[in-house]
C-alpha cells in the first residue's frame, strides 16, 4: 500500500491569487494524478503527472490555470491560479504504485475555499 | 472505459448486510469492475475488483453475474463507519502506458442506520 500526503489539507485564498498543493507518496509510484471534486459532486480528472514532462491535461483542463510538477517519482504539486470563486473544490492527489491489475490510492485532499 | 449505473443513495441497518447493485452493460472483456468508496472529508479508499469470478476480501464481497453485466457489492456486516458514497468503476487493467486513470460516477450514497 502507500500513504499520500497532500498540503495544506485546506485552505480560504483571495480571487486573482494562486495556491500551490504538495502531494508526497511514501513509495516509489509509477503514475501519479490530479483530481478535482466540486461541492456536492464527483470527481473529476483534471490531468496525468508525468516525471520529467508536462502534464497530460483533460479536456477542460489547461496548463496555464492548473500547472503541474513531478520533479521524481515520489512528489507532485499542483497549482491553481488566478483563482475565482467558481475553483472552489477538493483536490486530490491519486497515485499507482506499480502496474499490474492493481489499485489506485488516494490523498485526504485540499479543501479550497475561493472568497 | 465502460459506463455504469448505480442508485442515488440507499440505506441499511446498522449490522445487517448491504448489498449496492451496479449495472456495467456495455463491459468489455478485458474490463475489469473495481469498488471504491469515499468517506465523508476523505480521499477515495479501495475496496475490492474483480473479472468474472466472484471475490472476497476483509472488507466486502464483490457478486459479478455470468454475463458480467452487473454485479453487486456486499458488506456482510455494515457498520456507522461504512456510512459513505460507494463508487462503481469498471476498466482495464493498469498498464505502464496511459489511461491509468479512474473515471468516476455519481456512486450510491450508503447510510448506515443504527
Known amino acids: 500500500s502507500a500513504v499520500i500526503s497532500q498540503k495544506p489539507s485546506r485552505d480560504i485564498c483571495q480571487r486573482g491569487t494562486s495556491l500551490t498543493i504538495q502531494c508526497q507518496v511514501d513509495?516509489?509510484?509509477?503514475?501519479m494524478f490530479w483530481y478535482r471534486q466540486q461541492p456536492g459532486q464527483s470527481l473529476t480528472l483534471i490531468a496525468t503527472a508525468n516525471q520529467g514532462s508536462e502534464a497530460t491535461y483533460e479536456s477542460g483542463f489547461v496548463i496555464d490555470k492548473f500547472p503541474i510538477s513531478r520533479p521524481n517519482l515520489t512528489f507532485s504539486t499542483l497549482t491553481v491560479s488566478n483563482m475565482s470563486p467558481e475553483d472552489s473544490s477538493i483536490y486530490l492527489c491519486?497515485?499507482?504504485?506499480?502496474?499490474?491489475?492493481?489499485?489506485?490510492?488516494f490523498g485526504q485532499g485540499t479543501r479550497l475555499t475561493v472568497v | 472505459d465502460a459506463k455504469t449505473t448505480q442508485p442515488t443513495s440507499m440505506d441499511c441497518a446498522e449490522g445487517r448486510a448491504a448489498n449496492l447493485p451496479c449495472n456495467h452493460s456495455t463491459i468489455s472483456g478485458n474490463e475489469y469492475v473495481y469498488w471504491y468508496r469515499q468517506i465523508h472529508s476523505q480521499g477515495p479508499q479501495y475496496i475490492i475488483h474483480?473479472?468474472?469470478n466472484n471475490e472476497t476480501n476483509e472488507m466486502a464481497s464483490l457478486i459479478i453475474t455470468e454475463d458480467r453485466k452487473s454485479s453487486t457489492l456486499i458488506l456482510p456486516h455494515a457498520t456507522l463507519r461504512d456510512t459513505a458514497v460507494y463508487y462503481c468503476?469498471?476498466?482495464?487493467?493498469?498498464?505502464?502506458?496511459?489511461?491509468?486513470?479512474?473515471?468516476f460516477g455519481g456512486g450510491t450514497r450508503l447510510m448506515v442506520k443504527p
Open positions: 513509495s516509489q509510484v509509477t503514475m
Open positions: 491519486s497515485a499507482i504504485i506499480r502496474t499490474g491489475n492493481t489499485e489506485a490510492f
Open positions: 474483480g473479472l468474472k
Open positions: 468503476i469498471v476498466r482495464v487493467a493498469f498498464a505502464p502506458d496511459a489511461g491509468n486513470m479512474l473515471t
